[in-house]
Nanobody, 124 residues
Framework: QVQLVESGGGLVQAGGSLRLSCAAS????????MGWFRQAPGKEREFVAA????????YYADSVKGRFTISRDNAKNTVYLQMNSLKPEDTAVYYC?????????????????WGQGTQVTVSS
Protein backbone atom coordinates (compact mmCIF):
# COMPACT_ATOMS: atom_id res chain seq x y z
CA GLN A 1 0.00 0.00 0.00
CA VAL A 2 1.28 3.45 -0.95
CA GLN A 3 -0.19 6.77 0.11
CA LEU A 4 0.65 9.84 -1.92
CA VAL A 5 0.34 13.49 -0.93
CA GLU A 6 1.01 16.29 -3.42
CA SER A 7 2.02 19.84 -2.58
CA GLY A 8 3.46 22.91 -4.25
CA GLY A 9 0.58 24.01 -6.43
CA GLY A 10 -0.57 27.60 -6.64
CA LEU A 11 -1.17 30.63 -8.82
CA VAL A 12 1.60 31.78 -11.14
CA GLN A 13 1.87 34.11 -14.11
CA ALA A 14 2.55 32.79 -17.58
CA GLY A 15 6.26 32.22 -18.05
CA GLY A 16 6.77 31.48 -14.38
CA SER A 17 7.80 28.31 -12.58
CA LEU A 18 6.49 25.98 -9.91
CA ARG A 19 7.84 22.81 -8.33
CA LEU A 20 5.39 20.17 -7.28
CA SER A 21 6.26 17.53 -4.70
CA CYS A 22 4.66 14.20 -3.99
CA ALA A 23 5.50 12.52 -0.70
CA ALA A 24 4.93 8.78 -0.52
CA SER A 25 4.44 6.57 2.49
CA UNK A 26 5.78 3.06 2.72
CA UNK A 27 9.19 1.44 2.60
CA UNK A 28 8.86 0.23 -0.99
CA UNK A 29 8.75 3.62 -2.71
CA UNK A 30 11.89 2.87 -4.69
CA UNK A 31 10.19 -0.12 -6.36
CA UNK A 32 7.42 1.97 -7.92
CA UNK A 33 7.27 3.82 -11.19
CA MET A 34 6.04 7.32 -10.43
CA GLY A 35 3.96 9.45 -12.74
CA TRP A 36 2.36 12.87 -12.90
CA PHE A 37 -1.02 13.46 -14.52
CA ARG A 38 -3.24 16.50 -14.79
CA GLN A 39 -6.90 17.22 -15.31
CA ALA A 40 -8.34 20.51 -16.45
CA PRO A 41 -12.03 21.38 -15.97
CA GLY A 42 -14.20 19.57 -18.46
CA LYS A 43 -11.30 17.50 -19.79
CA GLU A 44 -10.04 13.98 -19.29
CA ARG A 45 -7.08 13.24 -17.08
CA GLU A 46 -3.90 13.35 -19.17
CA PHE A 47 -0.41 12.03 -18.72
CA VAL A 48 2.37 14.52 -17.99
CA ALA A 49 5.55 12.64 -17.05
CA ALA A 50 6.89 9.42 -15.54
CA UNK A 51 10.12 8.25 -13.96
CA UNK A 52 11.42 4.74 -13.44
CA UNK A 53 12.42 3.13 -10.14
CA UNK A 54 16.13 3.83 -10.51
CA UNK A 55 15.81 7.29 -12.10
CA UNK A 56 17.43 5.90 -15.24
CA UNK A 57 14.41 6.50 -17.42
CA UNK A 58 11.99 9.37 -17.82
CA TYR A 59 9.14 9.98 -20.25
CA TYR A 60 7.21 13.14 -21.04
CA ALA A 61 4.10 14.18 -22.86
CA ASP A 62 4.92 16.21 -25.95
CA SER A 63 3.05 19.18 -24.53
CA VAL A 64 5.49 19.56 -21.63
CA LYS A 65 8.74 18.25 -23.11
CA GLY A 66 11.56 20.73 -22.64
CA ARG A 67 9.61 22.71 -20.01
CA PHE A 68 8.89 20.18 -17.25
CA THR A 69 11.35 17.90 -15.45
CA ILE A 70 10.43 14.92 -13.31
CA SER A 71 12.83 13.68 -10.65
CA ARG A 72 12.74 11.56 -7.51
CA ASP A 73 14.64 11.17 -4.29
CA ASN A 74 14.19 7.62 -3.07
CA ALA A 75 15.87 8.42 0.25
CA LYS A 76 13.11 10.98 0.91
CA ASN A 77 10.27 8.97 -0.67
CA THR A 78 9.48 11.98 -2.83
CA VAL A 79 8.94 12.65 -6.51
CA TYR A 80 9.10 16.14 -7.99
CA LEU A 81 7.81 17.94 -11.04
CA GLN A 82 9.70 21.10 -11.92
CA MET A 83 7.54 23.18 -14.23
CA ASN A 84 9.13 26.07 -16.13
CA SER A 85 7.83 28.41 -18.81
CA LEU A 86 4.29 27.77 -17.64
CA LYS A 87 1.39 28.53 -19.97
CA PRO A 88 -2.28 29.17 -19.24
CA GLU A 89 -3.07 25.81 -20.83
CA ASP A 90 -1.06 24.12 -18.07
CA THR A 91 -3.81 25.11 -15.63
CA ALA A 92 -5.16 21.91 -14.06
CA VAL A 93 -5.25 19.77 -10.97
CA TYR A 94 -2.01 17.81 -10.91
CA TYR A 95 -1.91 14.28 -9.52
CA CYS A 96 0.95 11.96 -8.75
CA UNK A 97 0.50 8.25 -9.17
CA UNK A 98 2.41 5.02 -8.60
CA UNK A 99 2.59 1.64 -10.29
CA UNK A 100 4.92 -1.37 -10.51
CA UNK A 101 5.52 -1.84 -14.22
CA UNK A 102 7.20 0.68 -16.54
CA UNK A 103 5.08 -0.18 -19.58
CA UNK A 104 2.58 1.04 -20.68
CA UNK A 105 3.72 4.45 -19.50
CA UNK A 106 1.01 7.03 -20.18
CA UNK A 107 -2.16 5.05 -19.35
CA UNK A 108 -3.82 6.34 -16.19
CA UNK A 109 -5.70 3.08 -15.64
CA UNK A 110 -2.37 1.26 -15.22
CA UNK A 111 -1.50 3.20 -12.08
CA UNK A 112 -2.46 1.64 -8.76
CA UNK A 113 -2.18 4.53 -6.31
CA TRP A 114 -3.13 8.19 -6.60
CA GLY A 115 -2.75 11.33 -4.58
CA GLN A 116 -5.54 13.83 -3.94
CA GLY A 117 -4.18 16.40 -6.38
CA THR A 118 -2.87 19.94 -6.17
CA GLN A 119 -4.23 22.90 -8.14
CA VAL A 120 -1.98 24.76 -10.56
CA THR A 121 -3.35 27.95 -12.08
CA VAL A 122 -1.41 29.91 -14.68
CA SER A 123 -2.67 33.40 -15.43
CA SER A 124 -2.10 35.11 -18.74
Amino acid sequence: QVQLVESGGGLVQAGGSLRLSCAASGRTFSTYVMGWFRQAPGKEREFVAAISWSVSSTYYADSVKGRFTISRDNAKNTVYLQMNSLKPEDTAVYYCAAKRQWYPIPRADEYDYWGQGTQVTVSS
